[in-house]
């Protein structure tokens, strides 16, 4: 499935959608180059699930923690493996956390870490295709 966004709210409300969806143990995995919009799709997502903001970049904290309000999911991850590889992730627990139900991970990147990322994962590929437009391609 293929969308085309021509603006940035417009990459955020396809977020938004996605976490309506959402029912907890999923692992959504985000690839495309530098500034094709996966930090703004991320926000759309932890927008949807209802967490107060303001949700800043995980590029130089790798990993962020949110707290999900309401009764199933827990807790949103958000990464960005830009600079890490699966080592990295498997020290920081990915193991634990990417198994349990209670939680959401969304990870940019994520074409880094192939190895440890689980089959049953979603894929959302992003690629710049001018200024303000932007495909996503779900798989
Ligand atoms: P990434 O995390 O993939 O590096 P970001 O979401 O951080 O990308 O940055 C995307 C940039 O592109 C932002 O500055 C955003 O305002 C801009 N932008 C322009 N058009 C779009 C669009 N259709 N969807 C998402 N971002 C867009
Ligand atoms: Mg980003």
């Known amino acids: 499935m293929k969308f085309t966004t021509n603006n ?3 990459t955020q409300k396809l977020g938004k959608v996605l976490a309506k969806e959402l029912r907890g143990g999923e692992i959504i995995c985000l690839s495309g180059d530098l ?3 996966k930090t703004t799709f991320s926000q759309g997502i932890l927008n949807g699930l209802k967490i ?6 995980p590029t130089f904290v790798i ?13 949103a991850y958000h990464i960005d493996a830009y600079r890490i590889k699966s080592r990295d992730l498997e020290e920081l627990g ?5 198994k349990s139900k209670e939680n959401i991970v969304i ?3 994520a074409e880094r870490t192939k190895r440890i990322i689980p089959r049953n994962a ?9 200024r303000n437009k932007r495909e996503l391609a779900f798989s």
């Open 8 to 10: 940035n709210k417009e």
């Open 35 to 37: 500034g094709s919009g």
């Open 52 to 57: 107060k903001g303001p949700y800043t970049s």
């Open 63 to 75: 990993l962020k923690k949110y707290k999900v309000p309401g009764e199933k999911i827990k807790n």
């Open 94 to 98: 990915w193991k634990e956390l990417a």
């Open 107 to 109: 990870l940019e990147w």
């Open 122 to 130: 979603l894929w959302i590929r992003f690629k710049w295709i001018d």
